[in-house]
């Protein structure tokens, strides 16, 4: 019988690729708590892709739309929070996530993040960047503040979604 093990958020954050979502869709089954998909709440707040809100709006408008999802999601409880890559790089989102919540890091090697994103069109930071020196350079200059927010830290190369959620629950 699942149950419920926490009451504050899980928020996983981490680089494109490293598996947040796969592994908080998994995470939210077997601790029966409810799974949100940040990107999949503007898309579906804003009522275009990704690529569209990059396109049409900038950036920084789609970090604004990050940063206020973050809050109002903050407000619930109980809900395993897969956040955008770029989440944890504004450190007041990372005091956001404290206030009521663990912070789960994954991390993967950039020939696996390439692997996982190459056929993925909706990544406008990765358009025209399909290889690991680029990831590796993008990935350096953000560990910094990805490690500085996690509570804990998991890496997912070569291991299936049971053994990370098993990880992090052990961890947590
Ligand atoms: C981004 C990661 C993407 C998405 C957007 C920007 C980033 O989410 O939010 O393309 O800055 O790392 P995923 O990490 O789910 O791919």
């Known amino acids: 019988q699942a149950r419920t093990l926490f009451t504050h958020n899980i928020l996983l954050i981490g680089f494109m690729g490293v598996g947040k979502s796969t592994v908080s869709s998994y995470l939210s089954k077997i601790l029966a708590s409810p799974y949100v998909e940040m990107d999949q709440e503007i898309v579906d707040k804003e009522g275009m892709s990704i ?18 999802l973050l809050i109002e999601l903050q407000k619930g409880n109980n809900q395993i929070i897969s956040c955008g890559g770029g989440v944890a790089m504004r450190d007041e989102n990372v005091a956001e996530m404290k206030k009521n919540g663990k912070v789960v890091l994954l991390t993967a090697s950039p020939e696996v993040i390439l692997e996982r ?46 053994e990370i959620a098993e990880e992090i629950v052990v961890k947590l």
């Open 117 to 162: 994103v190459k056929d993925s069109d909706e990544r406008p930071l990765l358009r025209g960047h399909k290889n690991t020196e680029y990831i590796s350079k993008l990935m350096e200059e953000r560990r910094p503040k990805y490690e500085a927010a996690a509570d804990v830290i998991v890496n997912t190369d070569h291991k299936r979604v049971e």
């Open 51 to 68: 690529n569209k809100i990059f396109e049409e709006y900038g950036e920084t408008y789609f970090r604004n739309c990050e940063t206020n």
